[in-house]
């Protein structure tokens, strides 16, 4: 069975760094094409892609936060972090990790944690 | 940036009644191996999105099959034969031709 859960502060103040764990289970970032991403939704808007890791490391980034995040993993412990700095209050959002997978077809995001609501205020 | 545009923005069906909801691409979303990388998604109401379908055209299992994917190069539909109240959501469409991934601004499907 497969599952990943978001965890982190559910408030940061403007300026702060956010750093959020993906903790999954059912799967390994070593199998091949495996990665696993991170999207958020700020409230009542549309869902926006952040970044993707794949098992070899390999990164990925949106171009237009690409300076204030980053994206490791911790494959033994099944860990995947998203760091987003200098948090502003229109970054306030669910934050959602999810499954991509690749085994003759892709998958995009076929599994998704609940996420995790991020608010920034001072 | 592949923009993915999708219409319309609501949906208001009867249920039983058909429906349908269209996601045009800024740019061609087949690759050189031959695939179309296109994927719909429905978000219901305080959960996450469900991948529905994947590569256009196929269904998740799972997926009842009055769900549809169509469609080619810059234009996609996804059509829901007869429209029952569990499709009640917003749902996406995605495009992995390239990065950044992009997602469609949302479709919302209400039922009558």
């Known amino acids: 069975q497969i599952t990943l859960k978001e965890s982190g502060p559910t408030l940061v103040k403007p300026t702060q760094t956010l750093t959020l764990t993906c903790t999954f289970s059912g799967f390994s970032l070593t199998t091949n094409g495996v990665a696993v991403g991170w999207i958020r939704q700020p409230p009542g808007k549309a869902l926006e892609w952040l970044a993707l890791?794949?098992?070899?490391?390999?990164?990925r980034y949106s171009p237009s936060l690409n300076r204030r995040l980053t994206i490791t993993k911790a494959t033994s412990k099944n860990q995947v972090f998203l760091t987003l700095t200098n948090m502003d209050p229109v970054d306030t959002a669910t934050y959602f990790c999810a499954l991509r997978r690749h085994d003759g077809s892709l998958y995009y995001f076929d599994y998704w944690g609940q996420g995790t609501l991020v608010a920034v205020s001072s | 940036d592949v923009v993915m545009t999708q219409s319309p923005l609501s949906l208001s069906v009867t249920p039983g009644q058909p429906a349908s909801i269209s996601c045009k691409s800024s740019?061609?979303?087949?690759?050189?191996?031959?695939?179309?990388?296109l994927y719909w998604y429905l978000q219901k109401p305080g959960q996450p999105p469900q991948l529905l379908i994947y590569e256009a055209s196929n269904r998740i299992s799972g997926v009842p099959d009055r769900l549809t994917g169509s469609g080619s190069g810059t234009d996609f539909t996804l059509k829901i034969s007869r429209v029952e109240a569990e499709d009640v959501g917003v749902y996406y469409c995605?495009?992995?031709?390239?990065?950044?991934?992009?997602f469609g601004g949302g479709t919302k499907v209400e039922i009558k």
């Open positions: 890791i794949y098992g070899d490391d390999v990164k």
């Open positions: 740019q061609s979303l087949l690759y050189t191996d031959g695939k179309t990388y």
């Open positions: 995605m495009q992995s031709i390239d990065f950044p991934l992009t």
